[in-house]
C-alpha cells in the first residue's frame, strides 16, 4: 500500500478536486474525441506527478550511534573539506545529496542525539546544485550533538521548484536515528557537515536512500 506524507495531505486533495473537474468540463464542454482523452490523459499524469512526489514509504532503520544514513534518497553531488561559516565556523567534511523531483522528499534524521541548533533562513531559489546554494538559498540549519561523532550539521536547502522547507527540529529535543526530520517540497538538496576524518562509505555519484544506506561510520 501506498503511504503518503501528512506535509502533501492538502496538496493531494486539492490535486485530485482540480483533476476530477477537468475531467469533467473535457468531456462536456469539448466535441473533440481525441482532445478530449488527449487533455484527460495530460491532467492525470500530473496528478501521478503529485502523488508520486509526496510518497512516504516505509524505511526500517538499523539505529546505531558508530553510524550516519543517508537523510534523504538522490545522487551525491559533493564530497569535499570546506569552512562551514555558520555554526562550526572551521573546516568540515561536506557530503551534498542531490533530489530530483522524482525522488522521496522526506528527510529523515542521519544520527540520534541532542537538537543544538535550528534555524530557518530566507533566501533564493537557484538551482540546487548551484555551488552559492549551500549559503544563498532557503534553507534550515539543523545541528544533532551524537555521542560518537560529536555535533553533525545538516541543512535541507530550497532548488529553483522547492517553494518551501518544513524542519520538525527543535532545540533541546532528543531525536532517533531515521525518523522523520522534515520534507522538502519539488526538488531540492541536503548538504551534510561531519567532523573532518569521517570515514565514509559513499563516493561521488552514487545514489543512496534515505533512511536505511550508511553513508557514514567510526
Known sequence: MIRFHKEGYKIITIAFIISIVGILAAEKFLEIGWLVKSIQIIILFFLVIVLQFFRNPKRVTSISDATIIAPVDGKVVVIEEVEE?????????????????????????????????????????????????????????????????????????????????????????????????GFIKFGSRVDLFLPIGTKLTVSLGDKVKGGTQIIAQK
Open 85 to 181: 561559516p555558520e555554526y562550526f565556523k572551521d573546516k568540515r567534511l561536506q557530503v551534498s545529496i542531490f533530489m530530483s523531483p522524482l525522488n522521496v522528499h522526506v528527510t529523515r534524521y542521519a544520527l540520534s542525539g541532542l537538537v543544538k541548533y535550528s534555524k530557518y533562513h530566507p533566501g533564493k531559489y537557484l538551482v540546487a546544485w548551484h555551488p552559492k546554494a549551500s549559503t544563498e538559498n532557503e534553507r534550515t540549519t539543523i545541528v544533532v550533538e551524537n555521542k560518537i561523532f560529536g555535533e553533525v550539521l545538516y541543512r535541507q536547502i530550497a532548488g529553483a521548484l522547492a517553494k518551501r522547507i518544513v524542519n520538525y527540529a527543535t532545540e533541546k529535543e532528543t531525536v532517533v536515528q531515521g525518523t522523520d526530520a
